[in-house]
């Protein structure tokens, strides 16, 4: 059964600063992984999808890598804005199954 | 461009009373999915969809059942609530292809209550 888990859970950094958030998954044979973002009482707004043959993929001030082998993926946001503050959802397609990870909570003070 | 949409967004039941969830998507995917959302377990498959007239459980089915009515619409009927069942129900849908897909949609959600 894959599982995914997501480090930190929740993580507080100043206007400005560069930041990583992580997500590791068990089961390697997967065929996508998408990042998520959740803002309070709101649904889930797709970030990023990395298909299991890319490496990484970017969107404006957002990195996502993903090494399969390894079972790791990282999403990286530069130059973080207090409009960045939301939780960060990691999910992993593999089977017929997307496995989320429970979030990091991110908030980015002024 | 409305992409995923499932009404209502609020509801509140008794224990008992039934309900359908409704969603419906325009971007002509084939596959169709519910999840619920619970504070410390995450988002959860309930049921899914890999094309019109066929249905099949996910990982917590129990209480639930679906209708893919036709390729735009899925939805979920609660036909006893029960306390356990509150929660933020999410409709979500997606392209495959060959090994993969396109990646998820996901609807706003629709936030239950059962008193």
């Known amino acids: 059964k894959q599982e995914v888990t997501q480090i930190p859970a929740a993580l507080s950094v100043p206007e400005g600063e560069n930041l990583v958030l992580n997500c590791s998954f068990t089961d390697s044979a997967i065929y996508n992984l998408q990042w998520f973002r959740q803002d309070p009482g709101k649904g889930l707004t797709s970030l990023l999808l990395?298909?299991?043959?890319?490496r990484e993929q970017t969107s404006g001030r957002l990195n996502a890598s993903l090494d399969k082998s390894s079972g790791r993926s990282t999403l990286y946001i530069a130059a973080s804005q207090p409009g960045d503050s939301a939780t960060y959802l990691c999910?992993?397609?593999?089977?017929?199954?997307?496995?989320f990870g429970e979030g990091t909570q991110l908030t980015v003070n002024p | 461009n409305a992409g995923v949409t499932q009404t209502p967004k609020f509801q509140v039941l008794k224990t008992g009373q039934s309900m359908t969830l409704q969603c419906a998507q325009d971007m002509n995917h084939n596959s169709m999915y519910w999840y619920r959302q619970d504070p410390g377990m995450g988002l959860r498959l309930i049921y899914y969809?890999?094309?019109?007239?066929?249905?099949d459980k996910g990982e917590v089915p129990n209480g639930y059942n679906v209708s893919r009515l036709n390729k735009r619409e899925f939805s979920l009927r609660l036909e006893s609530a029960a306390p356990s069942q509150t929660s933020v129900y999410f409709c979500?849908?997606?392209?495959?292809?060959?090994?993969?897909?396109?990646?998820?949609?996901f609807g706003s959600g629709t936030r239950l209550t059962v008193v």
């Open positions: 999910a992993v397609m593999s089977g017929s199954r997307l496995t």
């Open positions: 979500a849908s997606s392209e495959e292809f060959w090994g993969g897909n396109y990646g998820y949609t």
């Open positions: 969809s890999a094309s019109e007239g066929t249905t």
């Open positions: 990395i298909q299991s043959s890319q």
